[in-house]
């Protein structure tokens, strides 16, 4: 999609405003097992996507989006502990075409960089100008950190159990997916002088569009136009995960064809399948209406996040909250 | 020895005010993963140094001791955190008699329920009843956390090296194992109202404290009457650790016997040594003056302690920092 070239100059210049602080936050001291993974993991680059976030968020409000701009890190750096952390449990050996850190340096270097770079995210945060809000700014992260730990507990979990049901799909990836973009907009409209209703409707917004995130990304991965991405095609079908296309399928596995049938107990009780399986289990999702459910899924989210924003000022800044939210699904991050 | 039976009174009391807020503290809701074990750790007891400490030094400054539970709470939920991550790097399979989170979950629920515990811990301080010193308060988390993180970096690097300094050795260990102290009288100073110079004197007393506490579990883990500890006696020399002894029996290495040096050499080239050679070492620490000077230097450290809170007011609340410097050395916590 062709975004407004006002967007996407406001997008490159927080990015850059952000690529420029960052690396000023990023520790360059001993001892150099801590920090050097630290430096490894956010100068790997990325679109920077929650930082700009907040600042847009911060913008929204009627702020200055520079004011949100460590905030806006602090949330970056969160996000990348998250990953250096999730890595491990799920034993990843490539992040963003890297070694991961556990792999690159090992297991302990990866927890400590990981724990240590909570403490610089709100170091991070106290760089800001402006911290007559601190109390609800440090809430924030507190709530954050914890409720993304609570997705990923959820997400294995869920790994190890025969069914989950779609609401509690949604709780954890609320939690694991969503929440830091929720917390991006939370600390964005905090120092942009948001008012309680106003920083709802951002989180509302955020919450929707980072589950429309997660449904995509979950379709994509065996969605036929994946491999544009440079994923393998069905990688969470090799691997067994309980996608949103996966628990659809369950939830109606009664009124499937027994060959179908079939495909889903061998799915469960192999925990993943083969890759010679996995066209048969594209079909399976085609056939079944699945993939469009997921399709319809995330247009209604979209819509669910453009609307939240509805309350706030009219002006550039809301729109460019709805530009944000369509570029979230352009992928990839 | 024997402690005033005041000292003794005032420890109690807090130390059952920090059990009764701290079950507040620790939710009691799902992920049962991410949960369980952050009850199991911080239900497991201990004498609750930290936040009695807290506390204390909240008073010796003039304050309430009880405008500082929260935050010594934070400090002890801290303190567990580190605790867990850490068993997961040493392979640690025992923890205060039960077995470690890791051991009992798997690593990712020891990973996670840590990484929460840590967000928990600035929840914990923002109950704290007066706030407005909050900027210090976190800035003092933020500061332990990271500088935890980094004594434990520094202490798994020098497992690795054949030469650590004396140097070294006392920095990793202000930051391994003293630095939780000193954020606990800092964020009881704070609370306390403390100037600056008081909590400067706070510090300087955790830290000396805190040093001497480590010398003397260095020198207790292969003295004699460490049985009496319950712990196995040269656990350290097991397991080749680079513990004050070893260092300055290094730092004299020209000096040593030949039977000695070949001794020595062999701890280092074999990372350890097995339990008959520990008489051996004993008798090399005893016959070199190295348990002399162990105990000369935790004696130096707790006199340092003593002095750096001369400069508070003269009162109880003094006194018992001084009571709580010499029962920190009493073991076993």
Known sequence: MQHPTSFLQRYESYKQAVEGALALCTPQSEPETLYAPMRYTLESGGKRVRPVL???????????????????????????????????????????????VHVKWNESAAILSGDGMIAIAYQTLLR?????????????????????????????????????????????????T???????????????????????????????????FQVQDDWLDIAADGAKLGKTIGGDILEGKKTFLIIKALEQYDSLSAADRLLMDEFLAKRGLPAEQIPAMQSLFERNGIFAEARTTVERLTKEAHEAVDILPD??????????????LERTH
């Open 315 to 328: 002006g550039a800044g809301r729109t460019y909250l709805h530009e944000f939210a369509t570029m979230l």
């Open 54 to 100: 907040a600042m847009m968020a911060c913008d929204a409000v009627g702020g200055n989006g520079m004011d949100a701009l460590y905030a806006g890190i602090a949330v970056e750096i969160l996000h990348n502990f998250t990953l250096i952390h999730d890595d491990i449990m799920d034993a990843a050996a490539v992040r963003r075409g890297n070694p991961t």
């Open 128 to 176: 800001s100008s402006d911290l007559k809000r601190l109390r609800e700014l440090i809430d924030a992260m507190n709530i954050g950190i914890l409720e993304v730990c609570e997705g990923q507990a959820f997400d294995l979990e869920f790994q190890d159990r025969a069914s989950i049901s779609i609401e509690e799909y949604f709780r954890m990836i609320e939690k694991k």
């Open 178 to 212: 969503a929440k830091m973009l929720e917390l991006a907009v939370k600390v964005g409209g905090i120092l942009g002088g948001g008012s309680g209703t106003q920083i709802e409707a951002l989180c509302h917004y955020a919450k929707a569009a980072g589950i429309a």
